[in-house]
């Protein structure tokens, strides 16, 4: 059965950076490429980008500055981290698989900007 | 690439068959997506390049369209239905999604 959960802090301050964890379980890492997408209170979904099973990366060109992704084979874990937090980043954020449709989601952490 | 879905919400008595609209702004063949989400849920795949059913998606789902048009149908509503519906491409990146049609009870 696959399984993804996401987990960081639900308050960030602004200008701050956001550090999320997506675990997965019923996937190969090495095997399988992870995305992470985020939506806004209310609003639609905003793909940000993918981590590819080889370790590449591709993202968002709109946030691409500010974002990363990495990833821990060994502990079946993708990481996100996006830098100078705005209040428009308060979002629910996903972490699902694959990389051009998403049959796999994350339960969604939700993440506010507020001081 | 944007999507253009409509109407923005429908409002429906259970058992009625509805088509909901997906509009890209430029031909990406077959390659749009179709999700369901309900409140304080994640999305769930529903159709998978148009028209592919996903395994465990309900027979009454159905997805039709190519190029620039796309619409989703649902032949007779059922009551655990009501939600938002997002539709995705995967023709260009960056991948996008539209902005979702509301499924209300009327």
């Known amino acids: 059965q696959v399984q993804l959960k996401e987990s960081g802090p639900g308050l960030v301050q602004p200008s701050q950076t956001l550090s999320l964890t997506c675990t997965v379980s019923g996937l190969s890492l090495t095997s399988n490429s992870v995305s992470w997408i985020r939506q806004p209170p209310g609003k639609g979904l905003e793909w940000m980008g993918v981590i590819w099973s080889n370790g590449g990366t591709d993202y968002n060109s709109a946030i691409k500055s500010r974002l990363s992704f990495s990833r821990d084979t060994s502990k079946s874990q993708v990481f996100l981290k996006m830098n100078s937090l705005q209040s428009e980043d308060t979002a629910k954020y996903f972490c699902?698989?694959?990389?051009?449709?998403?049959?796999?989601w994350g339960q969604g952490v939700m993440v506010t900007v507020s001081s | 690439i944007m999507l253009t879905q409509s109407p923005a919400t429908l409002s429906v008595s259970a058992g009625e068959s509805i088509s909901l609209s997906c509009r890209a702004s430029?031909?990406?063949?077959?390659?749009l997506h179709w999700y369901q989400q309900k409140p304080n849920e994640s999305p769930r795949f529903l159709i998978k390049?148009?028209?592919q059913s996903i395994s465990g998606t309900p027979s009454r789902f159905s997805g039709s369209g190519s190029g620039t048009d796309f619409t989703l149908n649902i032949n007779g509503v059922e009551p655990e239905d009501f939600s938002v519906y997002f539709c995705q491409q995967s023709n260009n990146w960056p991948l996008t999604f539209g902005s979702g049609t509301k499924l209300e009870i009327k």
């Open positions: 699902a698989s694959p990389y051009n449709n998403f049959k796999y």
């Open positions: 390049y148009a028209s």
């Open positions: 430029q031909n990406i063949s077959t390659n």
